[in-house]
């Protein structure tokens, strides 16, 4: 009688788990002194505008209207 927890099916899935574990463990590098400079320059910023990004936030909260979102739920209206 043949397993299912060790089909072959589930042994690929099992070793392409593992091989994308083990291509993405390079990229995990810690950033040297002398490096983080170059990290901190504006143009590497996720949001260009900081106070914009949070404004935008805090409007799509309020807006939301439901729990577990950005931060704590508002009604609906905008006028948390």
Do not use: F
């Amino acid at each position: 009688m043949k397993s299912t927890c060790c089909s072959t099916d589930h042994q690929l899935l099992l070793l392409a788990c593992l091989l994308a574990v083990l291509l993405g463990l390079p990229a995990c590098a810690p950033v040297q002194p002398w490096e983080r400079g170059r990290l901190a320059q504006p143009q590497m910023a996720l949001d260009r505008d900081a106070l914009l990004a949070a404004m935008d936030d805090h409007i799509y909260a309020s807006k939301e209207a439901a729990s577990g979102g950005v931060g704590p739920s508002g009604g609906g209206c905008g006028c948390n």
